[in-house]
């Protein structure tokens, strides 16, 4: 019997919040499926952005993911938990994907107040404070859901690379693995080597992420079937060593005599390979196309006439709620010997193919599903934050603007969200501020 696994390399180059983002992107291969994290960060820095480019190390091809913001916004852990709460509810993270998000926090907090002796309330956080640790915690989960293998596959990963020599922090200089890192492994029993790089490979908050989703650490070398795979970059140089992170998905046979024992007190440093089976990642196609976005999805579709209203309906919400379609159609027809029937049409990212097949088939009793990969122009879109005033009172609008090959506006959306907020707030009908956030976004963006 085999058993969906995720497999993560963190042998080379450590793991850092920004290079599990990266992977995950890759894998899932959509550029723009991390903006409704982004996005729900506006409201706290307007000046919050991410950028997502492709980067190439000696032939391997995959993602990097640069983030800017304003560097004087610091979270205190109370607002850091209230933060990541409010942004993990908008966001629409399963309960699965929330107990990720939360332990991820629960054990980057722990392991400071454990180095600096003091109560996590009271801790002056410093890198860890700001919104890019938000990004990448909540981030990670959200994608991972869209991957839809969360609660399903066992997620394994490799001996961790931390680095060597030293590093200059906000704390001064320190040695690697930095106090904080070195709290997490030793807390977690987390499996490390050095590595080749001379400098820090594995940050807080990609040891933090790294333990709250891996059951189990296995070797380097650990085999199983691979069916798909995706490579993030972090920003730094290492020279000819990659500073790489991958992720492979596929399934395996977990043999009780591979499990890895738990983590010596002198872990010797070990040769790094990538899993067995494992497909080479081809140079991919340019994603943009005349000024278009362009991206590749699947449509999925199944037809069915003997099933109930309550039963579409739920299904409906389990692959949107559970983040698993981009959009879901239900169509009324008329099918064979003249039934009336429906037509489900499911569209969503190559790499949830599975998953939700296996909804549509489990929900619908259906025995079997036709599927195809179309590829997609999009418009180039952006999220702004908008500043409202009402009787003298600000309001923060999120709004999304999209804009065609010309760089000219083609729409202008307030988020729905922000737009009720403010309606409950003033009284004025959504109908009525819907065009006044519109015309004040479509002024600073023109």
């Given at each position: 019997?085999?058993?969906?696994?995720?497999?993560?390399?963190?042998?080379?180059?450590?793991?850092?919040?920004?290079?599990?983002?990266?992977?995950?992107?890759?894998?899932?291969?959509?550029?723009?499926?991390?903006?409704?994290?982004?996005?729900?960060?506006?409201?706290?820095?307007?000046?919050?952005?991410?950028?997502?480019?492709?980067?190439?190390?000696?032939?391997?091809?995959?993602?990097?993911?640069?983030?800017?913001?304003?560097?004087?916004?610091?979270?205190?852990?109370?607002?850091?938990?209230?933060?990541?709460?409010?942004?993990?509810?908008?966001?629409?993270?399963?309960?699965?994907?929330?107990?990720?998000?939360?332990?991820?926090?629960?054990?980057?907090?722990?392991?400071?107040?454990?180095?600096?002796?003091?109560?996590?309330?009271?801790?002056?956080?410093?890198?860890?404070?700001?919104?890019?640790?938000?990004?990448?915690?909540?981030?990670?989960?959200?994608?991972?859901?869209?991957?839809?293998?969360?609660?399903?596959?066992?997620?394994?990963?490799?001996?961790?690379?931390?680095?060597?020599?030293?590093?200059?922090?906000?704390?001064?200089?320190?040695?690697?693995?930095?106090?904080?890192?070195?709290?997490?492994?030793?807390?977690?029993?987390?499996?490390?080597?050095?590595?080749?790089?001379?400098?820090?490979?594995?940050?807080?908050?990609?040891?933090?992420?790294?333990?709250?989703?891996?059951?189990?650490?296995?070797?380097?070398?650990?085999?199983?079937?691979?069916?798909?795979?995706?490579?993030?970059?972090?920003?730094?140089?290492?020279?000819?060593?990659?500073?790489?992170?991958?992720?492979?998905?596929?399934?395996?046979?977990?043999?009780?005599?591979?499990?890895?024992?738990?983590?010596?007190?002198?872990?010797k440093k070990k040769e790094t390979k990538p899993p067995k089976e494992t497909p080479t990642k081809k140079m991919e196609k340019p994603k943009v196309l005349d000024g278009w976005n362009e991206d590749?999805?699947?449509?999925?579709?199944?037809?069915?006439?003997?099933?109930?209203?309550?039963?579409?309906?739920?299904?409906?919400?389990?692959?949107?709620?559970?983040?698993?379609?981009?959009?879901?159609?239900?169509?009324?027809?008329?099918?064979?010997?003249?039934?009336?029937?429906?037509?489900?049409?499911?569209?969503?990212?190559?790499?949830?193919?599975?998953?939700?097949?296996?909804?549509?088939?489990?929900?619908?009793?259906?025995?079997?599903?036709?599927?195809?990969?179309?590829?997609?122009?999009?418009?180039?879109?952006?999220?702004?934050?908008?500043?409202?005033?009402?009787?003298?009172?600000?309001?923060?609008?999120?709004?999304?603007?999209?804009?065609?090959?010309?760089?000219?506006?083609?729409?202008?959306?307030?988020?729905?969200?922000?737009?009720?907020?403010?309606?409950?707030?003033?009284?004025?009908?959504?109908?009525?501020?819907?065009?006044?956030?519109?015309?004040?976004?479509?002024?600073?963006?023109?």
């Amino acid at each position: 019997m085999t058993k969906k696994t995720v497999f993560i390399d963190v042998a080379t180059a450590g793991a850092s919040g920004d290079m599990f983002l990266a992977a995950l992107i890759d894998l899932i291969g959509e550029d723009d499926v991390l903006l409704p994290v982004a996005a729900s960060l506006l409201i706290h820095d307007p000046s919050f952005r991410i950028n997502i480019t492709s980067h190439t190390h000696y032939g391997i091809s995959g993602r990097r993911i640069q983030t800017t913001y304003n560097p004087e916004i610091r979270l205190t852990p109370i607002t850091i938990r209230e933060v990541l709460h409010s942004v993990a509810e908008e966001v629409e993270l399963t309960d699965a994907g929330k107990k990720i998000a939360e332990r991820a926090l629960k054990e980057l907090l722990e392991a400071e107040s454990r180095v600096h002796e003091k109560p996590i309330d009271e801790l002056q956080l410093h890198e860890t404070g700001s919104l890019d640790t938000i990004l990448d915690i909540v981030g990670t989960a959200y994608l991972l859901e869209r991957i839809g293998f969360l609660g399903e596959a066992e997620f394994l990963a490799t001996p961790v690379a931390v680095g060597s020599g030293t590093i200059e922090t906000e704390h001064g200089l320190l040695e690697v693995p930095v106090p904080a890192v070195a709290e997490l492994l030793v807390a977690n029993n987390v499996p490390y080597h050095n590595g080749d790089a001379k400098t820090e490979v594995l940050t807080p908050t990609g040891a933090a992420i790294l333990i709250a989703i891996t059951d189990r650490f296995v070797d380097v070398d650990y085999d199983f079937v691979a069916q798909n795979q995706g490579f993030g970059f972090g920003t730094r140089d290492l020279g000819k060593t990659p500073n790489m992170l991958s992720i492979v998905i596929g399934e395996t046979v977990l043999p009780e005599s591979e499990v890895r024992a738990p983590v010596k007190e002198e872990p010797k440093k070990k040769e790094t390979k990538p899993p067995k089976e494992t497909p080479t990642k081809k140079m991919e196609k340019p994603k943009v196309l005349d000024g278009w976005n362009e991206d590749d999805v699947v449509v999925i579709e199944t037809n069915v006439d003997d099933v109930d209203g309550e039963t579409l309906g739920t299904l409906f919400d389990t692959l949107l709620e559970e983040g698993l379609a981009y959009d879901v159609t239900i169509i009324p027809a008329l099918g064979k010997k003249n039934r009336p029937c429906f037509v489900i049409k499911v569209i969503a990212a190559k790499a949830g193919l599975k998953s939700i097949a296996d909804v549509m088939i489990r929900n619908l009793g259906t025995i079997g599903i036709r599927y195809t990969t179309w590829q997609r122009l999009k418009a180039i879109r952006e999220t702004i934050v908008c500043s409202f005033e009402v009787d003298g009172e600000e309001y923060m609008v999120r709004v999304k603007v999209s804009r065609s090959v010309d760089g000219s506006i083609l729409n202008i959306k307030p988020e729905a969200d922000d737009v009720l907020r403010v309606s409950k707030e003033t009284g004025i009908p959504v109908r009525e501020l819907r065009p006044r956030i519109a015309m004040q976004a479509h002024a600073v963006t023109e």
